[in-house]
């Protein structure tokens, strides 16, 4: 395996010297051993893959060092825009190094939803004409190959790409945590009032990560089945949308938005459609730990924002915040009359039950029971 200072110090001494990106598993090493190290203009966790990539086309453009863009395959679709038509040698030529984690690797066991973009992640990297190798777990093969990939870099000013496998990376555990002690509710326990509070004839749209996982299994404790429920295991950050589209073509029953604060930042102007497009039964509940926590806990903005006033400016109908189980179970019965599109930001802690399962059910199988139940 490699070590995230050698690699991190391999790449500085060649004026790599900025860092950008959405935090990714089996990146996570890495990504802490950044965030712990590096003054905060060096590294920035963005809010999506491809705003990464116009940041890293900034620096470059301002300092001529090549930057460097982290991401799990699944962000590439954020990324092809810019890469193709911002940073390709076709447009402005600029070269930036990817470090893409590589989940869904054909013969390696994953989640469902990594499958398709694990399968496709190489041949899309060649389409792209983006030159690329998988990045070796043997130290002095791996700086030769980053040597070989700078002086690409530097000669055509392409971009270059290295696919890593999982456990590439020696463990390195984040060390500059912040705490925030006024935060007391865990997020396991503010979705079970939510489920306890909601009608009876409401679905849910959950978003990626822990937030699918731990209503899956609140569901299951519950003795409940799950088909009022549909578990958004990947598209990160377009849960809200999916709420939408159900909630206007069923105008008479509620829909609620189980959404993360990264993913609610990772696609912030689907606030602004929800918006305009006024579902008088949607209401957007937003879990705001101010992490990545499915990914190596590193930090968003979100707990540094002010949700519930963007939502106002976006023209949701109500806004509301909670950070006790008091203050959400009031919330959670006076947002039934509310004037609606509705936000309740539910401010919780990081963290999850080590021993917190997945679903067990297919991402089919989930799809299919809710349109069942949508369609009684």
């Given amino acids: 395996m490699l070590s995230p200072k050698t690699f991190i110090d391999y790449l500085?001494?060649?004026?790599?010297?900025?860092?950008?990106?959405?935090?990714?598993?089996?990146l996570k090493n890495l990504c802490a051993y950044i965030t712990d190290t590096l003054p905060h203009h060096r590294h920035i966790i963005a809010a999506n893959e491809g705003a990464a990539v116009g940041l890293a086309a900034g620096h470059y453009i301002a300092t001529?060092?090549?930057?460097?863009v982290y991401?799990?395959?699944?962000?590439?679709?954020?990324?092809?825009?810019p890469l193709m038509s911002l940073t390709d040698e076709d447009v402005y030529n600029i070269p930036v190094l990817l470090l893409i984690g590589w989940r869904g690797e054909p013969g390696v066991h994953d989640e469902p939803q990594h499958k398709k973009q694990g399968k496709v992640t190489i041949p899309l990297l060649d389409a792209m004409q983006i030159r690329n190798a998988i990045l070796s777990t043997d130290e002095a093969e791996a700086l030769k190959q980053v040597e070989e990939a700078i002086a690409?870099?530097?000669?055509?000013?392409?971009?270059?790409?290295?696919?890593?496998h999982k456990g590439t990376f020696d463990d390195y555990k984040l060390q500059n945590v912040i705490i925030r002690s006024e935060l007391h509710l865990q997020r396991e326990e503010a979705i079970r009032h939510i489920v306890e509070h909601i009608e009876p004839q409401a679905a849910i749209v959950s978003t990626?990560?822990?937030?699918?996982?731990?209503?899956?299994?609140?569901?299951e404790a519950r003795h409940e089945q799950h088909q009022r429920d549909f578990l958004t295991v990947g598209s990160m950050g377009h849960a809200s949308q999916i709420a939408l589209g159900i909630a206007l073509e069923q105008p008479q029953r509620p829909i609620y938005c189980l959404d993360g604060d990264g993913a609610t930042i990772m696609h912030m102007g689907s606030l602004s459609i929800v918006g305009q497009m006024q579902p008088a039964n949607y209401t957007h509940i937003v879990l705001n730990n101010g992490a990545h926590?499915?990914?190596?806990?590193?930090?968003?903005?979100g707990l540094d924002i002010d949700l519930p006033a963007i939502?106002?400016?976006?023209?949701?109908?109500?806004?509301?915040?909670?950070?006790?189980?008091?203050?959400?179970?009031?919330?959670?019965?006076?947002?039934?009359?509310?004037?609606k599109p509705a936000l309740i930001e539910v401010k919780v802690k990081k963290g999850a039950r080590k021993d917190l399962g997945r679903p067990t059910t297919t991402p089919i199988q989930n799809k299919e029971a809710l349109m069942t139940f949508l369609n009684q």
């Avoid at 500085?12 to 089996?26: E, I, K, M």
């Fill in 152 to 164: 690409y870099m530097k000669e055509t000013q392409r971009a270059f790409a290295f696919v890593v």
């Fill in 12 to 26: 500085q001494a060649h004026n790599l010297d900025f860092y950008t990106g959405v935090p990714d598993s089996l």
């Fill in 293 to 301: 926590d499915s990914v190596g806990g590193q930090p968003t903005m």
């Fill in 311 to 339: 939502a106002t400016a976006a023209n949701y109908k109500s806004t509301f915040t909670a950070s006790s189980v008091e203050e959400l179970d009031a919330i959670l019965q006076s947002v039934v009359n509310a004037p």
């Fill in 64 to 68: 001529r060092h090549i930057p460097t």
């Fill in 71 to 81: 991401m799990q395959n699944s962000g590439i679709g954020n990324a092809v825009n």
């Fill in 208 to 219: 990626t990560g822990m937030i699918s996982r731990e209503l899956f299994e609140i569901r």
